[in-house]
């Protein structure tokens, strides 16, 4: 880790804080935005300044990122764009003391490829105004980090599971589906793995850097489940077909695209060495198990 400086998180939600944790512990401090009260109350808390910010209007302490020398952003764009670009990136070049940025972005940039893999060089070709405002975001910082001399990344993340956010919470509480759809897989990042890339890539500063957050294993939803199951002792839900599955249509967009995504950049620039390469792994570390 770097000599410890002033982390400012547009959103301190799941996967920031766990990466908030890590550099507290190692005498950085920690501002950051959250949208209600009570929450700004809960991160007071805990050490950590926090302003109000809906992605409507600015933040009401701008004043907080004076000093900051890192900025994550976590808040996903909205129809107008990415809300912490259009209120605060003036602010945040203003500061004068941020050498670092970086955006949590999403694999689905990649759009659908039908199961093949895809690396940080394949094009991009989202699927959903979604996944095309998550590009749109990405070229924004990109840009900006250019103009101002300062060293974005970004961060490409899947679905993203860990401690009171896993299959295991739903096979616990009765609500786990199998769903099957026959060679369609999910890449998927332990919220902790999160942290150690991040953590490596402050560590490592590449402007314009570009990473897959992912672990080593794309995997069959219904595979986890099983697996959940077979570790708590419990009789699997039956297997429903997707094309027989009620669902949200957010939650049927993300079963649109089928991709593989490769990590090894991770590895290879950063130094990063996985703690949960597979979901095995991972939910075992989360029902303690260990192995």
């Known amino acids: 880790m770097t000599t410890p400086g002033t982390l400012f998180c547009?959103?301190?939600?799941?996967?920031?804080?766990?990466?908030?944790?890590?550099?507290?512990?190692?005498?950085?401090?920690?501002?950051?935005?959250?949208?209600?009260?009570?929450?700004?109350?809960?991160?007071?808390?805990?050490?950590?300044?926090?302003?109000?910010?809906?992605?409507?209007?600015?933040?009401?302490?701008?004043?907080?990122?004076?000093?900051?020398?890192?900025?994550l952003l976590s808040i996903p764009p909205g129809a107008d764009g990415d809300p912490a670009y259009r209120h605060h990136a003036k602010d945040i070049a203003a500061a004068g003391s941020v050498e670092w940025v970086g955006y949590f972005s999403t694999t689905g940039v990649?759009?659908?490829?039908?199961?093949?893999?895809?690396?940080?060089?394949?094009?991009?070709?989202?699927?959903?105004?979604?996944?095309?405002?998550?590009?749109?975001?990405?070229r924004d910082w990109l840009a900006w980090g250019e103009r101002h001399g300062v060293a974005v990344q970004i961060f490409r993340l899947p679905g993203i599971y860990g401690p009171g956010r896993s299959v295991v919470d739903q096979v616990k509480a009765g609500t786990a589906r199998r769903v099957v759809k026959p060679g369609h897989v999910f890449s998927r990042i332990h919220v902790e793995d999160i942290a150690t890339v991040v953590a490596a890539s402050i560590a490592r500063p590449q402007p314009g850097g570009i990473y897959n957050v992912c672990d080593d294993e794309p995997a069959a939803p219904a595979d986890i489940v099983t697996y959940v199951c077979e570790l708590l002792g419990r009789e699997p839900p039956p297997e429903i077909p997707y094309d027989e599955t009620e669902m949200s249509p957010m939650a049927r967009s993300f079963w649109s695209d089928n991709r593989r995504v490769r990590n090894d950049r991770i590895k290879e620039a950063l130094g990063v060495e996985l703690d949960f390469p597979d979901y095995r792994i991972g939910i075992r570390g989360i029902l303690g198990l260990g192995g």
């Open 10 to 71: 547009f959103g301190v939600g799941y996967s920031a804080m766990a990466l908030s944790r890590r550099l507290d512990a190692a005498g950085w401090t920690i501002r950051g935005t959250c949208r209600k009260p009570a929450r700004k109350a809960a991160l007071g808390a805990l050490g950590i300044s926090a302003a109000l910010f809906d992605g409507e209007s600015p933040m009401d302490s701008p004043d907080l990122l004076q000093g900051a020398t890192h900025v």
């Open 110 to 138: 990649y759009g659908n490829r039908d199961g093949d893999w895809v690396d940080e060089t394949s094009d991009l070709r989202p699927g959903s105004d979604r996944s095309q405002r998550r590009v749109d975001a990405e």
